[in-house]
């Protein structure tokens, strides 16, 4: 049920993205407390991405879940920014972060919602 989705315009060679992927899944499943086998994490490249009037590197990330903590966001951030900071080498102030909590009856999973 939770969802990671991170759209950068940084190249990430296809070995970079499976590791962060796969580390970023646990993350997300540790910081949750979720089961990882419901974790989904996208990678997606988007050269065409500008900040603050900049094309230097960047990301946006959404981070959707059923209940998600609205009080742990902060933690949350400083947590998917230092990632990304660590596997894409990205400053903090050129992430942006959506957190979104979905309702049960709004998340689709094995032709039922939860």
């Given at each position: 049920?939770?969802?990671?989705?991170?759209?950068t315009?940084?190249?990430?060679d296809?070995?970079k993205?499976?590791?962060?992927?796969?580390?970023?899944?646990?993350?997300?499943?540790?910081?949750?407390?979720?089961?990882?086998?419901?974790?989904?994490?996208s990678?997606?490249?988007?050269?065409?991405?500008?900040?603050?009037?900049?094309?230097?590197?960047?990301?946006?990330?959404?981070?959707?879940?059923?209940?998600?903590?609205?009080?742990?966001?902060?933690?949350?951030?400083?947590?998917?920014a230092?990632?990304?900071?660590?596997?894409?080498?990205?400053?903090?102030?050129?992430?942006?972060?959506?957190f979104?909590?979905?309702?049960?009856?709004?998340?689709?999973?094995?032709?039922?919602?939860?």
């Amino acid at each position: 049920m939770p969802l990671l989705k991170i759209q950068t315009n940084t190249p990430v060679d296809a070995g970079k993205k499976t590791a962060l992927a796969a580390e970023a899944s646990r993350a997300v499943a540790e910081m949750l407390g979720k089961p990882e086998r419901y974790v989904m994490v996208s990678i997606e490249e988007n050269p065409a991405m500008l900040f603050a009037g900049s094309d230097e590197p960047l990301a946006y990330l959404e981070l959707k879940s059923i209940g998600l903590p609205g009080n742990r966001t902060a933690e949350f951030s400083a947590s998917l920014a230092a990632l990304l900071g660590e596997h894409l080498a990205l400053p903090a102030d050129r992430i942006y972060i959506e957190f979104a909590d979905a309702p049960r009856n709004m998340w689709g999973w094995n032709g039922a919602t939860f």
